[in-house]
């Protein structure tokens, strides 16, 4: 007893409250390393604002500057101590998740594509610039095309060291001429530079990975004159035919006297003729009208689109059958050596899938192809649309049942024993108690994994590329494959098409989206149902 009172009367007759942070100093080196990544971060975000600024993005000054100022104000002081662990999140989460879909959406209502990837500013100067013409009279340059010392050679401004005819050397730059000092510069006896102190010259390669720049420079000698190179080593004194009226939003070529308007995003003459340089533009609903009302576009979308919705269903039915059956042999208690059977059952999923695709892809060829030749069949797997559909599935379904298999017997092994002996007690079959007791609790555990596969399956870009490539393809329409799915559609529509549209390629996105949603949203909306078994 008199322990007690002891032990009672050490116990504080009151709590204080106690203030997180105090009693702990932060050692030195850690204030050091914590003030200098600010510091970092500040420096890395004034050189970004200061290169934006040059490009005249204004929307990323605006966004580099708010995380900027987030960083500091959240790390910068011993409060917000949660937004601390969520700031780095939220920032992968704009990023890599709301960006892209953002930029998508916005695509979506655009040209973007071929032939429609400068704003019309870019578009004009360009066709300016390609209208330039020898001035008559005027004298060639020996050329040396050259970058800034210490700059990148990829991305920097261009510079031209040029040699006139009586040996002058000069620098053309974007804002003019100026005379290049001879000391330290090296020529070859035609005058060609081949040296000079403070600038990097390039070699054939890396000027030629820079035509496009190389088309649209030219050093300023006048208001209607500049200096052009031909090919990479002369240049030329010319001048444009092509003049632009800001007022009336015209070029007129000057040569011929022809009056250029600006018509379905091109500078196109009254005959029709256009430009070949047109720029991006707003177009409004134009990409997902022309999906659903341009007859050969939406035969070929819908054709696509039941193919899709077949695949993703089927590779899931499939895949969990074929699962679920081995899982099931291989969860019995009887069965020797389980362990060593499951090893060997998941090696196909452990073998990274594109390396299994183009295995499959070889088996399947028809003259060579160990299919054919073990069963004595003439089948051309990738030729014919029905045998590729065939072979797609069948590359499918050995790529995913490990999956369900790890998934069904994991699930399986969760069941309770006891229920299992209660059926068998009260007379139940094998049969009816996998039917009435095993797959409604198995469904419980994996039905929202079958919705994240038919998702996953529905978006199956790498397999299709790599087996088939969307083939075969119909000699009259390349554009659509027997195997396609939306998402290999809109990859054609964007980079591989002879006229490639980005702008229709992000629609399309939109329209998988969408879809893919709704169809998750209602296989959600089921499975609900099953929580009532538990």
Known sequence: ????????????????????????????????????????????????????????SWLGVTLTAFIATAVLAVYSTRRAVPMKYLLPGLLLLVALQIWPIVYT????????????????????????????????GSERYRLSIAVPEGSN??????????????????????????????????????GKITAAPGYTILNARQANDRSADLEAFAVPVS???????????????????????????????????????????????????????????????????DLLTNETIRAGFFKIFLWNVAFAALSVISTFLLGMMLALLFNDDKLKGKGIYRSILILPYAIPGFVT????????????????????????WLGNGWWAKVAILLTNLWLGFPYMFLVCTGALQSVPGDVKEAAKIDGASAVRTLRSIIMPLLLVAVGPLLIASFAFNFNNFSLIFLLTKGGPFNASDTTIGETDLLITYAFRLAFESGSPNIGLA?????????????MSYSGFRRTKSLEEVN
């Open 357 to 380: 695709a183009l295995v499959w892809a070889s088996m399947f060829n028809q003259d060579f192809g160990l299919i054919n030749s073990l069963s004595g069949l003439n089948i051309d």
């Open 506 to 518: 992000s629609a399309v996105c939109i329209f998988i989206f969408f879809i893919v949603a709704a």
């Open 1 to 56: 007893m008199g322990v007690d009172q002891h032990v009672m009367a050490a116990v504080p007759t009151s709590l204080e409250p106690v203030q997180l942070g105090t009693g702990y100093n932060t050692p030195l080196w850690a204030k050091v390393l914590k003030w200098a990544s600010l510091a970092l971060v500040v420096i890395i975000a004034a050189l970004l604002i200061q290169r934006l600024i040059a490009s005249g």
């Open 153 to 190: 050679v990829a991305t920097a401004d261009l510079v031209f060291l040029l040699t006139s005819p009586d040996g002058t050397m000069q620098v053309g730059s974007s804002e003019g001429l100026e005379p290049l000092a001879a000391d330290g510069v090296q020529a070859t006896e035609t």
């Open 223 to 289: 208001d209607a004159a500049g200096i052009k190179a031909v090919g990479l080593s002369s240049a030329f004194q010319g001048a444009p035919t092509l003049t632009y009226d800001a007022g009336a939003d015209t070029l007129t070529d000057t040569a011929t006297g022809t009056v250029y308007t600006p018509k379905d995003a091109y500078w196109t003459s009254p005959d029709g003729e256009a430009l070949p340089t047109g720029w991006k533009e707003n177009v409004g609903t134009k990409n997902f009208t």
């Open 105 to 136: 959406v916005a695509t979506a209502f655009t040209n973007y594509g071929q032939g429609h990837t400068l704003s019309k500013e870019e578009a004009t100067a360009q066709s300016i610039a390609q209208s330039v013409k020898e001035v008559e």
